[in-house]
């Protein structure tokens, strides 16, 4: 006997148990895989495991999103005892990973080795524990997941999520892609990130079918795996089908008759490459979705419906989001103004670990995303930059993406990156600086320089240019601009 | 370029651009089997081994390349 009635996205795990428990629920490509039945069966015995090491109701662990079955259980198993999961990758860097174990003081940890608490291989967690007969008072919204965002600047900051908040963005993802039991999901984006572990409850939710990839790095077994398993869906973050493109050419086109839907997210994508998505998969969804760790897919759209609109990162999810525009002091903003995006909804966590960064979070019960942005009169949403790196040239605003853009369609340019640096002759305030990725690029900057010119308007040119053998991103492929501003 | 020579800075520039042991980048080693040779650590790498070897690999053979030992007969072959 286990607690399920706090969380529901146990129910929904429970109930495609007794409906198709012998239907597989995970798959580990090429290797093991557990049932509907199995998966449960599991979740019990590991909530039992936790149990007999002391855990309880409010204690935290660390977890190691490895792609196992033994994290999934684990995962499920602290959601069931009401333990909080502080959801790591191991294998980040470890100033990053020691200031969340110091911080967070976890109980246990499971997957990799730490000196701040007790760690326990997932291979040696004990099935045979005798059954929980406590069951604690949970609701379901206590915090389950406790995950921290990389963040562009300063130290990382913790994402709580009760457990309404993470079935709620699964069932609206779901909602939206259109995602029914019969699918078969192959999954190469890393578990410990909102995009990846999100698709997981996505699939299992519905009662559908996930097959768990190492990553995307070896295309060949990613193929493989879509054809073994008949797959029907994948997701993927923009950076990745450039990987596709270059590695395989379009080999995927092979399989786009089977694929009914492709979620992409976390950076922005080229246009060229949505309309290349389009003419490679014409019978496919391919939603994109805008969102954050802290308000997991607040918005969507499809390549397709928004085929005269591929610019727009869409409209709220579904009717239980609601994204408005602000201004600085919390002000609603007409349409067609840019401002601050802030997002309402079921989703939307319950707040930060760090009572300080959770002050400047909110504007009443709107999380500020830090994001610029516009709604048009029709109620699509347009994202202009981060806040922060926005460019002020001479009192006009200017996103660093749009000249990057620009600046990347060129034919013989790899990657940039822009950022707003002082003017020299303190006029403008403001002027452009950007840093052309030196491999690969054929032009020179004079050559660049001339190919922009009439593609942008001329404040927007850049004043300065340097070379750079990096762009710093963060681990999820989004640019870190702010990491160049001196 | 003889071929131990080829063997020897492959390993060598996969070791450095993904900042991992030379010992750990066996012929076998095939991509995507330790975390730093993801997808991105896949691009670097062919970007090192392209202009540190002065190679440049058909579009159409990068799908081919998945472990150490692809990449030295690739290098091996075009440098023939």
């Known amino acids: 006997m286990i607690a399920i009635e706090h969380s529901p996205l146990l129910l929904a795990i429970n109930a495609n148990a007794e409906r198709h428990p012998d239907k597989r629920a995970v798959c580990i490509a090429g290797s093991e895989e557990v049932t509907y039945r199995q998966l449960m069966e599991r979740i019990r015995s590991v909530t039992a495991y936790l149990h007999s090491q002391g855990l309880k109701q409010g204690d935290r662990i660390a977890i190691s999103a490895q792609k196992d079955l033994e994290f999934i ?142 990553n995307f790095a070896n295309l060949k077994l990613f193929f493989n795996a879509i054809e073994q398993y008949h797959a029907t869906g994948f997701g993927m973050v923009p950076a990745v089908w450039a990987y596709i493109r270059k590695f395989s050419g379009t080999r995927i086109v092979k399989y786009a008759h089977q694929i009914k839907y492709i979620e992409i997210g976390s950076a922005a994508m080229p246009l060229t490459s949505k309309e290349e998505l389009c003419e490679l998969f014409p019978n496919t969804r391919i939603c994109m979705h805008y969102g954050l760790t802290e308000a997991s897919r607040s918005a969507f759209m499809e390549f397709h419906e928004c085929s005269s609109r591929l610019g727009t990162i869409g409209k709220p999810v579904c009717d239980k989001v609601d994204i408005k525009v602000f201004d600085d002091n919390g002000n609603e903003l007409p349409d067609g103004e840019n401002g601050e995006l802030c997002v309402k909804g079921n989703m939307v966590m319950k707040g930060y670990y760090q009572k300080d960064a959770d002050k400047e979070a909110w504007f009443g019960d709107y999380f500020r995303t830090g994001d610029c942005g516009y709604r048009d009169p029709d109620g699509w949403l347009y994202l202009v930059s981060r806040k922060k790196e926005i460019i002020n040239i001479g009192g006009k605003k200017v996103s660093p993406v749009e000249i990057e853009d620009v600046i990347c369609a060129l034919d013989g340019v790899e990657d940039c990156i822009c950022i707003g640096v002082e003017d020299p002759d303190v006029v403008l305030g403001e002027v452009a600086k950007v840093y052309v990725l030196r491999e690969g690029c054929k032009l020179n900057f004079e050559e660049i320089r001339h190919a922009i010119e009439g593609k942008l308007e001329s404040y927007k040119i850049p004043v300065f240019w340097e070379w750079i053998d990096e762009i710093p991103k963060t681990s999820s492929g989004k640019k870190q601009r702010l990491k160049l501003k001196k | 370029m003889d071929n131990n020579t080829i063997e020897a800075a492959v390993v060598r520039i996969i070791a450095s651009t993904i900042h991992v042991e030379e010992e750990r980048v066996t012929p076998d080693l095939s991509i995507g089997e330790i975390p730093e040779w993801d997808s991105m650590g896949n691009l670097s790498i062919i970007a090192a081994l392209e202009s540190q070897l002065d190679v440049e690999f058909p579009m159409e053979d990068l799908f081919e390349l998945t472990s150490v030992k692809n990449i030295i007969n690739e290098i091996k072959t075009i440098k023939k």
């Open chain 1, 73 to 214: 259980y684990v995962y499920f198993a602290a959601h069931a005892l009401g333990v909080v999961n502080i959801v790591v990758d191991a294998d980040s860097n470890r100033k990053k990973l020691d200031y969340i174990l110091n911080l967070m003081q976890p109980q246990m940890a499971f997957g990799f080795e730490c000196t701040q608490c007790r760690c326990i291989e997932y291979k040696d967690i004990d099935y045979r524990c005798p059954e929980v007969n406590d069951i604690p008072n949970l609701l379901a919204d206590d915090v389950a997941d406790l995950i921290f965002t990389t963040g562009t600047t300063g130290l990382p900051k913790g994402v709580q999520l009760s457990h309404a908040n993470i079935f709620g963005s699964a069932d609206n993802i779901n909602h939206f892609i259109g995602n029914t039991a019969e699918e078969v999901e192959v999954l190469g984006l890393p578990l410990c990130h909102s995009f990846g572990l999100g698709r997981l409850r996505c699939t299992l939710i519905k009662g559908a079918t996930m097959v768990l990839v190492g």
